[in-house]
């Protein structure tokens, strides 16, 4: 199947400073991806869907000046903790939907980025 | 709004046991059910789906029925390896679109 990147694969960080995560495609287009935060013990979470060529759409909640969402290339998403401080602290995953004819029900996930901020 | 409740875990079982890994779900309408699972080191995988009621999902010996008097959709496996050790998570995505609401995962250590 599809295959996923991120990276980096964990980051630890300084509060205050801001921190770029990218999510990849490898062997696929992907005109849309998701980008979920999981807290620990928690549920995933979607913050947000990133559309190549245009402007991403947050869930309701999610704060678009601090997490910045650009989709650049149909392989390449990007999302930037700005001003990061220890309560961003989590788990970012991102996913893409399936190729074509593979229906609504299929994503594939990357394998999540550990960010950690003192 | 969707919501989805998985048990807690970790769960610890031993090679060849059973293993049930209860799910239920708070949606409007007639939502698509998910088992996805995470290997270590690795991306959420689907494992198996329902999409309608009564449908059964299955997969790599691994089986869930879609319950719609219940709202659940409980994972099932009659006898679990050690490569089965994984973090398990429940999930639906509504009649409209394809964003996923996920439960809490669930995590199962098989030992030898």
Known sequence: GAVVSQHPSWVICKSGTSVKIECRSLDFQATTMFWYRQFPKQSLMLMATSNEGSKA?????VEKDKFLINHASLTL????VTSAHPEDSSFYICSAPGLAGEGPDTQYFGPGTRLTVL | GNSVTQMEGPVTLSEEAFLTINCTYTATGYPSLFWYVQYPGEGLQLLLKATKADDKGSNKGFEATYRKETTSFHLE???VQVSDSAVYFC???GAAGNKLTFGGGTRVLVKP
């Open chain 1, 57 to 61: 759409t947050y869930e309701q909640g």
């Open chain 1, 77 to 80: 998403s990007t999302l930037t």
């Open chain 2, 77 to 79: 496996k009659g006898s």
């Open chain 2, 91 to 93: 999930a639906l995505r």
